[in-house]
């Protein structure tokens, strides 16, 4: 790391570079583009703070740190970082560019994907543990804390890459009051997030199970194509019941009979979301039980 925070072995993209940007999405604090690179003749994504105002520094060091650990968590099932573009009025990540969006799209738009087979949901379910396997065997282990469907990527043949990393923090082995914590944040979704961080003076020790809870939510979701706790009005409703115990259906007409291996499935799923973190299994454990549910090739099975 040098003067500027940036990692010295973190190309500086500079902003002439970056061509055509189409706006992507607009999320919390950024805005995701799609943009060309001139040079390398290849499409990039880059993810950039609020082009309107200036850029304050608090913003500027939340999208480095994020530059940062996509920097050191290089692995198959996570999004490739290319470098940062560090001007005094533009500052942005720049990312490799995932041609098939989000799963949340995949799940959810019918009209474009009305089927999708099985292997394939299995595989992406795999390459999501994969990649959340990876980050935990860090070190020190790295958190990602905001998994959910809209940050797990699809590449051109629809492999998992791991988005989003501007929660995600390193796991810390003393017990000193986190000074990062926030309350959770209602702008977001709430689906995702296990009970025990609505009240997050709680337990900190729990924090490496909190990806298997999030991680048990998106399983549910690949296998139902449904959205999680749709019925509820808002966000308090939905927390109000799952601290109650209360979690997605997993009755037959929700998670229908053809689901392979579905006993095997729902057994991680709902033991991924339980309540006590310490029943929640480690990505290990659940990547064994994974691994015994056979992988066919998927390639001829996308349309
Ligand atoms: N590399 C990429 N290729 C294609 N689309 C992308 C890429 N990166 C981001 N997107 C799109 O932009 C959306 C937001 O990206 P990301 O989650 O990184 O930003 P964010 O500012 O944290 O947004 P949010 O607050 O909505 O989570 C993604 O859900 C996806 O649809
Ligand atoms: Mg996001």
Known sequence: ??????????????????????????????????????????????????????????????????????????????????????????????????SNGSLDQLLHEKDMYPLLAWPLRLRILYEIALGVNFLHNMTPPLLHHDLKTQNILLDAEFHVKIADFGLSKWRQLSISKSSGSKPPEMGGTVIYMPPEEY??????????????????????????????????TNPMQIMFSVLKGNRPDINLETLPFDIPSRDILIDLMTSGWAKNPDDRPSFITLHLSLRTITFQPVNSQIK
């Open 199 to 232: 009240e997050p003076s709680k337990s900190k020790r729990a924090d490496v199970k909190h990806d298997m809870y999030s991680y048990a939510i998106i399983m549910w979701e690949v296998l139902s194509r449904k959205i999680p706790f749709e019925e509820a």
């Open 1 to 98: 790391v040098n003067g500027t925070g940036i990692p010295t072995t973190l190309p500086v993209i500079p902003y002439q570079k970056l061509t055509d940007l189409q706006f992507l999405s607009k999320g919390g604090f950024g805005t995701v583009f799609k943009a060309q690179h001139s040079d390398w003749r290849t499409t990039v994504a880059i993810k950039c703070l609020k082009l309107d105002s200036p850029v304050g520094e608090r913003e500027r060091n939340c999208l480095l740190k994020e530059a940062e650990v996509l920097h050191k968590a290089r692995f198959n099932f996570i999004i490739q970082i290319f470098g940062v573009c560090n001007e005094p009025e533009f500052f942005c990540i720049i990312t490799e560019y995932l």
